[in-house]
């Protein structure tokens, strides 16, 4: 099997990636092997480029360890202008650069069995390979989505249109769907490890203490290391190939290094205490949870690993921050050297993954679906709720997920303050289309003139909780938007509300919801209490989905700390507060004073109750602790939750947004204005966890533990609010 790899990488150069390892396969098996490298210039000298230490090897045929090389060296390449202006004139340069392929190129495409095209700049070169060589199979490997590599967009535009036509794509991660066209066929090879590597990394770099690495250059976020080496002066930073300078902000506990062999850079990996994948947040796919290879070689070693929240992807032994929060790097930092290395995960090695690569239907593991056919509906969300609680911000940034997983999204952002936003997640929410200018009865209007035009709509509702009345103002515009829905419904809109609750309804609230009922497609509530309000004002509902917030629990959620963690309100009725203090004294009396006790707040008003609690709790138990801020980033706030093992709340969502990385969920002190709670977990079998602030003073030790530890599997939660959600749209494709 003759195959040949067009790539911007070179196998002669010390870094290794994936393809590398996979051509020494191939020609250690006696397969012809070449390896062709793309996209050097004379620009190239203008920035890193982990091949400048070969540039005097360009332009001439080479044979290394059985396999041929050739660095295309040219004056000039094209590249991204990142002006759209100009992409016209960018096709031009990607045309001429393919038209320009020197004849040695063209012959090893005519000779090859297999023609490997790497994400990147190599798809340009898909019709010249299928002119030349029609008989060849041509696979694309897709080590990376192609926003998160910033390619032009003359690149995007072709790997999509000749996706379908390849034989087949290898994708490092499931997640890798939106750079293919509907139809294109893929299958799933995850990064590799030989099995030797165990044996290697040995003796230790390491003069000892304690020391921390980051490999690799990819969306390096140099200020990272600014932060944490500034947190923890007595721990040594080793920055191995980033790709740049050091910069001269650096603290002096950081050690720069340039790149270096790979089974010299397995030392410092092995013999860490942590690694870090310092990606820069704004250029994070999804996807990278799954393909970063620096994070795959750290859970090889064991060796804990930190890294921006959105890349822990339910992974055990990684520890999440936000890149733009100093306290939030600190915490992660802390966390990962407190956990210590663990026994490592198992990785395929690198013939395994070879034969996958060009025979994966041959394996049950890389099965995946084709490319689906995109959304063919819109669903449309208008955003308008409590600003101020962290927890609406969960629900709707859940709700605004799983709408995206069926349909292309359209917010109505023109109610939103910048601090919600920032709740949400600003580079979460560039990835739908936004509309930060219409209210909501003009953004209701551009729904139905898109239906008439033959679009199929989704508008959904807002979720959350509905309790007492609606005022003179906002029941006026109630009856106004309740007359658009009735308008949308009757154009062949579906308006659904999901994740919504319902208590202690005042009269026109209670009128509001029987005549907006008929509008609406599915109205799911989240609780009994909730449905059993609805049936007593004969208002139609179409069952339970369960809350939100469910959809953020993490499909694993290790806990290997633990602390306490409480989160209280005291706005409900005179006596909340000190009932609050009684079950936090009680607690603590019970579990003893040895484990860390932390506080945190979600709702900017809960703030003074919690700062009460915990300087309480400084003097007169002498456990040091803080109230800590929940309100700004839901990442954030889940990062406090990660430095315990338990909560205490009377607050839902804190309850929840703790249960979503792993707290054992003790709802207290609950009477009757916290009906929502009980109703709730009652219905997922957490009944026993919820308790009075008399019930709290009469516990055993034993009974708080058992009642704690007696979670059921809520991962089912999160299951059936897909299935759900998924039905919704089902129903839709059926035209029921």
């Not at 490298?37 to 001439?60: K, V």
């Not at 041959?362 to 669903?379: C, I, K, M, Q, W």
């Not at 989704?458 to 007359?483: A, V």
Request: hydrophobic share 40%; charged share 20%; with cysteine.
């Amino acid at each position: 099997m003759n195959v040949l790899f067009l790539t911007a990488h070179d196998f002669r150069t010390p870094r290794k990636v994936s393809l590398h390892f996979i051509a020494e396969r191939l020609a250690a098996a006696g397969n012809p092997v070449r390896f062709f490298s793309l996209r050097y210039s004379w620009l190239s000298t203008r920035r890193p480029d982990g091949r400048h230490c070969i540039a005097e090897h360009a332009n001439r045929e080479e044979q290394v360890n059985g396999v041929d090389c050739f660095l295309w060296k040219t004056l000039l390449h094209p590249f991204n202008t990142r002006i759209p202006l100009l992409r016209r004139v960018e096709g031009w340069l990607y045309d001429l650069y393919v038209a320009l392929a020197p004849r040695l190129l063209r012959r090893w495409m005519s000779e090859a069995d297999v023609i490997v095209l790497e994400s990147g700049i190599a798809p340009v070169f898909y019709d010249l390979a299928q002119r030349l060589n029609p008989r060849s199979r041509i696979i694309y490997v897709a080590a990376d989505e192609l926003d998160a590599i910033d390619v032009a967009w003359h690149v995007k535009r072709t790997l999509w249109r000749i996706s379908p036509r390849l034989d087949y794509a290898v994708v490092n991660s499931p997640r890798m769907v939106r750079d293919f066209a509907p139809g294109t066929r893929r299958y799933f090879v995850p990064h590799g490890i030989d099995s030797e590597t165990a044996q290697l990394g040995d003796p230790s770099p390491y003069q000892g203490g304690c020391n921390v690495v980051s490999v690799g250059s990819m969306l390096f976020d140099g200020n990272f290391f600014t932060q944490a080496a500034t947190a923890y002066p007595e721990v040594t930073f080793h920055v191995i190939g980033c790709g740049q300078p050091r910069p001269s902000e650096w603290p002096a506990n950081v050690c720069h290094y340039d790149e270096m062999p790979f089974t010299q850079t397995l030392a410092y990996i092995k013999h860490a205490d942590a690694g870090v994948a310092p990606y820069l947040p704004t250029q994070i796919p999804a996807s990278l949870a799954d393909t970063s290879m620096k994070l795959q070689q750290y859970a090889f070693f064991g060796v804990p690993a930190i890294c921006p929240q959105q890349v822990v992807g339910g992974y055990a032994h990684r520890f999440g921050y936000q890149a733009d929060d100093p306290a939030s790097i600190k915490v992660a930092v802390g966390q990962a050297l407190a956990a210590g290395h663990h026994s490592g995960l198992p990785v395929l090695n690198w013939q395994q993954i070879t034969d996958r690569y060009f025979n994966p239907s041959a394996f049950a593991d890389t099965e995946l679906p084709a490319v689906p056919a995109r959304p063919d509906s819109h669903a449309y969300f208008f955003v308008e709720t409590q600003f101020d609680n962290l927890g609406d911000a969960l629900l709707n940034r859940e709700l605004i997920r799983l709408m995206s997983q069926h349909a292309d999204v359209t917010l109505g952002l023109s109610k939103v303050p910048d601090h919600f936003i920032d709740m949400l997640g600003r580079s979460f929410l560039d990835g739908f289309a936004q509309d930060r200018t219409h209210g909501r009865s003009r953004f209701l209007l551009g729904i139905a003139w898109r239906r008439i035009l033959g679009e199929q709509s989704y508008l959904f509702l807002s979720p959350g909780g509905w309790i007492g009345d609606l005022d003179g103002r906002l029941n006026l515009r109630s009856w106004l938007h309740t007359g658009l829905y009735y308008l949308l419904a009757g154009l062949g809109v579906r308006i659904c509300q999901l994740g919504v609750s319902y208590e202690d309804l005042g009269p026109k609230l209670k009128l509001q919801l029987k005549a907006r009922s008929a509008a609406m497609f599915r109205h799911l509530v989240r609780d009994t209490l909730s449905e059993q309000t609805l049936a007593t004002l004969s208002v139609r509902s179409d069952g339970r989905a369960p809350d939100l917030a469910f959809n953020a629990f993490l499909a694993e959620a290790p806990v290997s700390v633990d602390g306490i963690t409480f989160s209280f309100r005291s706005d409900q009725y005179p006596e909340q507060g000190e009932e609050a203090r009684l079950v936090v004294e009680r607690i603590l009396a019970l579990l003893g004073t040895e484990q860390p006790v932390y506080f945190v707040y979600q709702v900017e008003k809960d703030r003074a109750i919690n700062e009460q609690l915990a300087s309480w709790v400084r003097e007169r138990i002498g456990i040091p602790c803080q109230a800590d801020d929940g309100c700004q980033r839901i990442a954030d706030t889940q990062a406090l939750y990660r430095r315990s093992a338990r909560v205490v709340s009377n607050r839902l969502h804190s309850l929840l947004l703790a249960g979503s990385v792993g707290n054992r969920m003790l709802a207290a002190p609950i009477g009757v204005h916290n009906k929502k709670i009980t109703a709730l977990f009652q219905d997922i079998g957490l009944g026993a966890c919820v308790c009075s602030a008399a019930r709290v003073a009469n516990l055993s030790r034993d009974e708080l533990l058992t009642m704690a530890a007696s979670a059921p599997a809520l991962g089912e939660q999160k299951a059936q609010l897909e299935r759900q959600v998924a039905d919704l749209f089902a129903l839709h494709q059926e035209g029921r």
